[in-house]
């Protein structure tokens, strides 16, 4: 794993596609470490258990599923966390033992962020750092491609259009510091903001392709 922040680290890259590439990340929660997304990196799972273990795991959509759920939660004992929308996909490989479907906090520093359109269930997180710095984990709702830029997650075959809009345009009003999201292209699947300008600039960057269509 690597560090990213003083209280967060990447895992290896795994490779779905050509061009893109996904990380899990692990957070040092003061109540017990929490996993955002996932990984099948059997090696990740003994840096896990050095780092002090995996409290809960949070799948931000359905592309996350895989045997290594099953696995992560069985030798952690680990709590998996997934949307409403998701679980006949989640639950073919794991049971969920807590299910998203609302705004809500998990505990107070961890916002569940439910934000629909590139899957029914697509879920993203705000968490508040002690540190100071404000993580927002985005899924594939919004991604980095290999410049850094803002991308929207549509696929014609899955997603909503409209839903999506409406999803970017309420993350548009956060002010985040750190954005991880799940896949991304080669430059990296996380980007430090300075300010809220810089982040709304790059959510108008995943909206407009998504605009151009609607006029």
């Known amino acids: 794993m690597k560090q ?11 490779y779905p596609a050509p061009g893109l590439q996904t990380h899990a990340y692990l957070y040092a929660h003061p109540a017990g470490n929490v996993l955002f ?4 990196h059997d090696d990740e799972l003994s840096a896990f258990a050095d780092h002090g273990g995996v409290h809960r795991q949070y799948l931000s959509h359905r592309d996350e599923v895989g045997a290594s759920l099953a ?12 949307h409403r929308s998701e679980l006949e996909d989640i639950e073919k490989y794991c049971p969920v ?15 569940i962020l439910p934000t629909p359109g590139h899957t029914p ?3 993203c997180f705000l ?10 984990f985005t899924g594939d709702t ?19 259009h409209e839903a999506l809009i409406k999803s970017l345009i309420f993350l548009r009003t956060l002010s985040p510091d750190l954005v991880i999201s799940s896949a991304f292209g080669a ?18 960057e995943a909206l407009a392709p998504l605009r151009d269509a609607v006029d």
Do not use: K
């Not at 968490?127 to 927002?136: A, E, H, K, W």
């Not at 990296?188 to 300010?195: A, P, S, T, V």
């Open 187 to 204: 430059g990296g699947g996380y980007r430090r903001f300075e300010d809220a300008q810089s982040w709304q600039d790059c959510v108008d």
């Open 71 to 82: 696995v992560i939660r069985t030798r952690f004992n680990s709590q998996l966390c997934g």
């Open 142 to 160: 919004l991604y980095f491609d290999e410049g850094g830029q803002g991308r929207n997650g549509f696929l014609p075959s899955m997603s909503d």
């Open 121 to 123: 269930g697509s879920t």
């Open 37 to 40: 997304y996932n990984t099948s």
């Open 127 to 136: 968490v508040q750092s002690p540190t100071g710095d404000r993580y927002l």
């Open 4 to 14: 990213i922040a003083e209280d967060l680290w990447e895992t290896e890259p795994e």
């Open 97 to 111: 033992d807590v299910i998203l479907a609302q705004r809500e906090h998990h505990p107070r520093d961890i916002e």
